[in-house]
């Protein structure tokens, strides 16, 4: 995902350690979401919403995806959980993440294989 600028000027980006960092014109500080920020979030969901889906979005419980974030470090993990809009991954490492982690920028399951 790059950064999104919503209808009203507040920016959605990806998050440096994880999820989203919405940018408004407050001091910085930890706050409750203002009107504003709440309409661009949910602009943002709304577009994310209507994009093409991702292979890995109908990833099954046991298939076994490489993934990449950020366009260079590689994962390798195994979906081991779905719910009705996401499939959470295990990576080999024990990291968990789920089908709509905004940093991965691409993924191919490598099993089980196509059929080829």
Request: contains cysteine; negative net charge; charged residues 25%.
């Amino acid at each position: 995902m790059s950064e999104f600028t919503a209808s009203n000027g507040v920016q959605v980006r990806p998050g440096r350690v994880a999820g989203l960092h919405v940018t408004c014109n407050g001091d910085g500080k930890a706050h409750d979401l203002s009107d504003g920020e709440t309409d661009a979030l949910r602009e943002f969901f709304q577009q994310e919403g209507s994009s093409e889906r991702k292979p890995w979005e109908d990833a099954k419980p046991g298939d076994v995806w490489v993934f990449t974030y950020f366009g260079e470090v590689e994962v390798v993990a195994v979906a081991n959980l779905e719910w009705p809009f996401v499939t959470a991954f295990r990576s080999v490492t024990g990291k968990e993440f789920n089908t709509k982690n905004v940093h991965i920028t691409s993924a191919r399951r490598i099993w089980p294989e196509d059929g080829s």
